[in-house]
């Protein structure tokens, strides 16, 4: 049995444990609390959370990369249809002069012409008479198988832009007679006058009254055959110049086609059109007229001062 003295040492000792069981409880407790407040940190938190976005946000960069280099343009789904958005990197392609369709080199027609004679166009002037002899001129057509034939003056002969052209001449006392030019009328020749071979000035009124108030227009008539072409003397290969004749229209201008393509010929005065190079010479032959229709001539050869025949002719207006 102890003694009230070894009772009393008891229970301090049992006092001191509860209190150091107390004090380690207590502190593991705060540490524990301690480490549960540290790890809810806001700025530990943003950290972590940068850490482990970062090589996402790496990765959807270079995927989005990947696919703005492999994809140039927009693409079309698995049915054809357009897909619904194009990549950011897409850029629409600009067709290339070569991919951009162009009109056949051989067109049936251009637009009218702009020269000084024009269609549907009536003129006032004068009419002279002329011997014409064999009705040859400076058109260089060569003899007329009739003697209707005129000489139209120097400003509207526009460098024999009106070789060849039919016209409707109308006098105050209404008679008309049609003529074809073939020649040149030089000056004292003004603008709108027409010197008519005495033929056809006898058609409107005496050859006595030597000068005929008048009025004249184109026509487009139906008496007339197949165009003929002609290479002038001295043409060859290598330098040609090119005479279309009997057409029924005038001839606004004349295309040869070398290894180039179709290309114009310039007009002389004497009607003819040169190929001063050679280019085109014995090659197919396009001409066009005032009206703008385009006759493509093939399998002529260069033969010098010889008429040769086509199957084509420029139609009616």
């Known amino acids: 049995m102890n003694t009230p003295r070894q009772a009393a040492r008891q229970r301090r000792r049992r006092r001191r444990r509860t209190l150091i069981l107390g004090t380690t409880v207590g502190l593991t407790a705060v540490s524990v609390l301690a480490y549960l407040l540290m790890g809810s940190s806001p700025d530990r938190t943003a950290d972590a959370g940068t850490a482990v976005a970062a090589p996402a946000a790496t990765s959807q960069k270079k995927a989005a990369t990947a696919t703005a280099t ?81 000489a139209m003056n120097t400003t509207d002969y526009e460098t024999s832009k009106a070789c060849g052209a039919y016209v409707l001449v109308r006098a105050a006392n209404g008679r008309s007679v049609t003529v074809r030019i073939t020649n040149e009328c030089p000056l004292p020749c003004a603008p709108g006058q027409i010197d008519l071979s005495e033929q056809a000035f006898a058609k409107l009124a005496d050859l006595k009254l030597g000068r005929l108030p008048i009025t004249w227009s184109l026509v487009s008539p139906s008496t007339v055959g197949t165009i003929s072409i002609r290479y002038k003397t001295g043409s060859s290969r290598h330098w040609c110049a090119i005479q279309a004749i009997d057409h029924r229209n005038p ?11 179709w290309r114009q010929l310039p007009r002389t005065a004497y009607n003819y059109f040169v190929s001063a190079d050679g280019s085109g010479c014995g090659g197919a032959i396009r001409i066009t007229d005032i009206y703008g229709e385009q006759l493509t001539v093939s399998g002529l050869t260069v033969r010098p001062n010889v008429v040769q025949p086509t199957q084509v002719q420029f139609a009616r207006h």
């Open 251 to 261: 001839v606004r201008g004349l295309e040869v086609r070398g290894a180039g393509g």
């Open 70 to 150: 492999a994809t140039p343009s927009a693409t079309a789904s698995p049915t054809g249809s357009p897909s619904p958005k194009a990549s950011p990197a897409t850029t629409t392609a600009k067709p290339s002069p070569k991919d951009t369709p162009r009109p056949p080199r051989e067109t049936s027609t251009k637009p009218p012409s702009t020269g000084r004679i024009k269609p549907n166009t009536t003129y006032q002037g004068v009419a002279t008479a002329y011997k014409a002899g064999v009705g040859d001129g400076a058109c260089l057509f060569g003899p007329s198988p009739d003697l209707m034939v005129a």
